[in-house]
């Protein structure tokens, strides 16, 4: 009776977490799914080791071992460690935490990438990053089992720092791309979306953000003797706050005075603004770009200081493709997600570096709740949202989001058609 008993409860836990057999799923597809379930233990670990790490960006030595490990255990030819080529200045970016782990399936058939991040905020992993790292895991080795039967290829790109200037667009420039039909990504969030719509950002680049020497005295004996570098900074973001008044709604300024001088009784001949700036579009990025310039240059002229600085690469918007974001929502509804808990139209809010990948590869991401139905959802970048994300529910939906990441990219990249009118798509929307 024990051993009848011991039995029901391993098979009892065996199902609370695998997929139910979904008619619309095809033996293939079924069986890319039980692969994920086959591994949900070792899916659970990494999510958990990862959020215990908690590491911030270019940092994340032992989550990119972890990860890497996990990948070489699987099958695929791992790069650890890539050198990422900045697109606007142009020189090389050593990424010891950035890998590239690839597994070729049977010859011909489409290219899928898999985005994972693993970087930590200083409170831990408020965004959620172990999550995406364990849905990046999921989505391969669910797309893995397929091709192992049907030709295709899947990669799974680790990107990290993406809390901090990123590195996706680093690696597009290095041409890590290259050859990738379609990529696929996933962020937890406060419910189920798919569609990928950042703002664009940039920012000065950050081995000096926007600095303004000037010449130091004696701000009591001889200031007419000095010219105040801390004056320019404040002329500069009071015309960035004139500025506000005379742009699109859309547009975001945001900056803090890192260093106003050294003494109070001293013109400071060093003062620096880290300062950021925010648009719905590329576009209208470059025009708000080209204002502050001007601002700068004011600043340097009414006190008599010079700006140092360069603007760092900016962040693209993505190129939409909204038939590819619905085809994910409905293909998620096979999964046990109803449709219409699936939000469209959403407005940018926040900038990460996928929209680097998106403006120039058809992307989607699955974008999922990790908190119960009918709780009020943590603010992201908070204590809270990092207390949650390592909870069992939350990795339970990462999952979730890597079968549906899986299923998106098996549908649709085995399907040549398909797979045509989404990059027709793309490029009827893209636009330098």
Excluded at 240 to 267: D, W
Aim: glycine share 8%.
């Amino acid at each position: 009776m024990k051993k009848l008993i011991s039995l029901i409860l391993i098979v009892v836990t065996a199902l609370s977490f695998a997929t139910p057999a979904f008619a619309a799923l095809t033996p293939e597809e079924q069986e890319m799914m039980d692969a994920i379930d086959s591994h949900h233990d070792e899916l659970h670990e990494i999510a958990t080791k990862i959020w215990e790490l908690k590491e911030v960006g270019w940092q994340e030595v032992e989550s990119s071992k972890l990860l890497a490990a996990e990948f070489e255990a699987l099958g695929f030819d791992v790069e650890l460690g890539l050198t990422g080529k900045h697109p606007t200045l142009g020189h090389d970016i050593d990424m010891p935490t950035a890998f590239k782990a690839t597994y070729k399936g049977l010859e011909g058939g489409p290219t899928i990438g898999i985005l994972l991040e693993y970087d930590a905020l200083p409170n831990g992993h408020s965004c959620g990053h172990n999550l995406i790292a364990t849905s990046g895991v999921a989505a391969a080795i669910a797309l893995q089992e397929a091709f192992k039967k049907t030709p295709g290829t899947v990669i799974a790109y680790g990107t990290p720092a993406e809390e901090l200037e990123g590195s996706k667009h680093f690696m597009v420039e290095a041409g890590y791309f290259d050859g990738v039909d379609l990529v696929l990504g996933s962020h937890s969030g406060d419910f189920w979306n798919t569609e990928v719509n950042g703002k664009a950002i940039v920012w000065p680049t950050h081995d000096n953000w926007l600095t303004f020497k000037g010449k130091a005295s004696h701000a009591s004996a001889a200031p007419e003797k000095g010219r105040s570098a801390l004056d320019a900074v404040m002329l500069t973001a009071m015309a960035l706050e004139f500025t506000r008044e005379h742009m699109p709604e859309t547009n975001r300024i945001h900056y803090i005075i890192s260093n106003g001088g050294a003494a109070s009784n001293v013109v400071p001949d060093t003062a620096t603004l880290n300062l950021e700036i925010r648009a719905n579009e590329t576009s209208e990025l470059n025009n708000l770009r080209k204002r502050v310039d001007d601002i700068i240059k004011g600043a340097e002229l009414m006190t008599g200081t010079t700006a140092v600085y360069q603007w760092d690469a900016a962040w693209n918007t993505a190129t939409q493709v909204p038939s590819l974001y619905q085809k994910m929502a409905e293909y998620s509804v096979d999964l046990g997600v109803p449709y219409e808990k699936f939000v469209f139209g959403t407005k940018p809010s926040a900038s990460s570096d996928l929209g680097c990948v998106a403006y120039v590869i058809p992307t989607a991401e699955i974008k999922y709740p990790i908190h119960h139905e009918g709780e009020q959802p943590p603010a992201g970048h908070s204590d809270e949202k990092a207390a949650i994300t390592g909870t069992e529910y939350a990795i339970d939906q990462s999952i979730l989001a890597g079968k549906i990441m899986a299923l998106t990219g098996f549908r649709i990249g085995t399907n040549p058609e398909e797979l045509a009118k989404i990059k027709a798509e793309f490029a009827e929307n893209y636009s330098e």
